[in-house]
């Protein structure tokens, strides 16, 4: 499957925001984006003026890349918010936070949701005591993620819930450290989701 290779901090200075896609080095002062704030490349000081589907396009972007989706994916969770009751930009919202590596991130069983990617692919969690390596599985209500036995003392695990008072656990989520688990008590509500995300853009853009 094709994946975004380059590096990660280029990503959050071409979105002129900090999307802390590489863990603990987005909160130190070796972050590229404190120390270049400003788009790369040869122009990237200079300011350009936005169309009104450029700042949608660069919307979607922004959540693809936060996420860590590609296009093929991420249209696959706007039309599945589409279909459902409800708002359909909270919808999406609440479709990419239930996805198990993103439940992983905020649980702080790991620094990054790239990190918890690839955990997961390598079998180091349990949901509901069975083994799941699928990263894009959607997580319910009431179901509990645990790191497996065996797998307690990998030392990015570790280090992540060593950290994790510097993020804190969201409050629809429940984390108990000393037996490296967490339940989802419930979705969040979009007032809960407070990163810098206009999802009606994104609405907008696909409804063209």
Known sequence: ?????????????????KLFLKGDRCYSDKCAFERKGYVPGEHGQLRRKRTDYGVQLREKQKLKRMYGLLEKQFR??????????????????????????NMVYRLGLATSRNEARQLIKHNHFLVNGKKMNIPSYIVKVGEEIQVKE?????????EAIETVARRGIPEWLELDKDNFTGVVKRFPTREELTMPMQEQLVVELYSK
């Open 150 to 158: 065996k797998s307690r003392n990998v030392g990015r695990i570790i």
């Open 1 to 17: 499957m094709a994946r975004y290779r380059e590096s990660l901090c280029r990503l959050c200075r071409s979105e002129g925001l």
């Open 76 to 101: 696959g969770y706007f039309e599945k918010a589409d279909r459902q009751k409800g708002i359909t930009g909270t919808n999406l919202l609440i479709f990419l936070e239930r996805r198990l590596d």
